[in-house]
């Protein structure tokens, strides 16, 4: 009866606090005969309190051996192999005998910093990629709560705005960047000429592996939401949202005769540049240089077509002069 109620008590106070990697690894009869033979040296007296407030300080409440523990998905199994590695054979040896607290702490304080340098070794996660998705790969384990924990993102990503001209094509792809199960499967559903995220409010138009969802040719009726979930087995993993927006070609086609008559209109001949787009996109009319050759052409020209016509009027006015002075002599010889 006393030996039951000293277990109830020991185990009260082992977890009377937080977990570490110490209590989710190492069982607790283990435990209860690792601190048996406890004595304070102030006092010469066994203490099984003192062991496990001990214990508490020196693993469960040390931040290195909390972050040693985060290793990536699978590899806690390797972390108990480690700490059994370095207190089971302090069990062996401490059970049924008496030490004193200095040996306890010399040896629990090792056994800390042998399981903080190999643990440290094991494989860490690349972390979680926001802002979407059950991500098991970027699970980190938690000694404290003796779980992995997840990246918890909703399953929803946010719509992603698309524009496509009537009669265009459209491509939407389920891709997401971070790992995924080898047993995926992709399940394509639409929402009609609505903007929503409410599941009850899509039909499903496809399923299967293919990741591409492709409309040859758009039309009014495509525009709406569409939404990609990819499933692993039974469970979902994500949820992608796409709404498209589809302009009448007959008005894209009136944008773009807009547009080239405001160009037109532009100081300095320089064209607006695109949503988004950089000052590389200016698209220029002819550079100065070739303004100024061709201006400097139609000078010439003018210049030449000026002195044809100088050398023209001259020409005929010299010739009217001689038929004057043949009309005067003709005269004279006649005797008028």
Known sequence: MCTSALCLVCVSLLFRTSLSCFQCFVDVPDSLRLCWGHILTEHNVRNVDACFRMLDRIFNNHKRVINAGRVGGGYDKQLKKILDAEILPMVKEFHGKQNNDTVYEERLQTAADNFIAAASKLPRVSGCFPPCGFQSAGAVYNCITC???SCEFPLDCPIKEMNATE?????MWCEVPFHLPNDIEMIWRVAEERKTQQVDQFKEVTAGLDRLYAIPSTSL????TY???????????VRLYYYLTV?????????ELQEIFDLSLLPGGRLLPAPGGSARSLLLLPSPLLLTACLTALLLLLFLSLGVLY?????EQTHDDEHADDDGDTDEDLGF
């Open 147 to 149: 779980q992995y924990d």
């Open 167 to 171: 009669n265009s094509r459209s491509q």
């Open 221 to 224: 009726q495509h525009q709406g």
């Open 227 to 237: 939404q990609c979930e990819i499933y692993s087995g039974q469970r979902s993993i």
């Open 247 to 255: 302009t009448p070609q007959v008005v894209a086609g009136h944008t």
């Open 311 to 315: 050398w023209s009027s001259k020409h």
